[in-house]
């Protein structure tokens, strides 16, 4: 989706959705995709208990992951149609345009879904 995406951004409907005030509402949901309690152990484990590597791994594998998450919401305002208010799912956007790129994420969605189960 962030490369589908990106060539339909506006980055100008990013910033015209963007609410700074609320940044503190969201840091919750923004640290929980970058959650690793399950996996500690198991890192630890596989790099020796050393813990210069498992800094490393623990900051590039958190850090990818939010590039990707903010590219990703980016991607989302950026695409949104404006509406006055009212809500869009931007995702429904980019499928329903008629595009390739729209054709991509209807793929894209039903793989996400029939895979989940």
Known sequence: IIFVGLGQMNL???VATSNWLKTPNAAGILL??????????????????????????????????????????AVALGN?????????????????????QGKIVQVWAFLAIGTSF
């Not at 949104?80 to 390739?100: E, K, L, Q, Y």
């Open 12 to 14: 100008s409907a990013v």
């Open 32 to 73: 929980f995709n970058v959650v690793f309690h399950d996996i500690v152990p198991l890192v630890c484990q596989t790099l020796d208990y050393n813990v210069r590597k498992i800094n490393t791994a623990f900051f590039f594998g958190g850090f990818i992951p939010l590039c990707a998450y903010l590219l990703y919401i």
């Open 80 to 100: 949104a149609p404006a509406s006055g208010g009212a809500f869009v799912d931007p995702i429904m956007h980019i499928m329903r345009n008629g595009t390739a």
